[in-house]
């Protein structure tokens, strides 16, 4: 019956990060991308927890192909 909320702030500059290193999630995985992700956990029983994210973000800014992304996962985690 546990709640935890979390947002973080990104910005990746173009070719600021080894390719091999950037978060695949985040604005889908590439460089150039800035944005925001809201994160949601809730404990449903003992050992089974709820996640969600929400990915709001935007790739290529500040070039003429800006483009949004935005993406939503749900996951159900059970820990032993």
Do not use: C, H, M, P
């Not at 702030?9 to 695949?24: F, P």
């Not at 889908?28 to 973000?57: C, M």
């Not at 070039?63 to 935005?70: C, G, Q, R």
């Amino acid at each position: 019956g546990k709640f935890e909320f979390g947002a973080l702030y990104q910005e990746v500059e173009k070719d600021a990060v080894l390719g091999a290193l950037t978060d695949s999630d985040f604005a889908g995985g590439s460089t150039q991308g800035n944005g925001a992700q809201l994160r949601v956990a809730y404990g449903l029983a003992k050992n089974w927890t709820f996640n969600g994210q929400y990915f709001i973000n935007t790739r290529n800014f500040d070039t003429a192909s800006e483009l949004d992304y935005n993406r939503l996962q749900l996951d159900l985690n059970y820990k032993f």
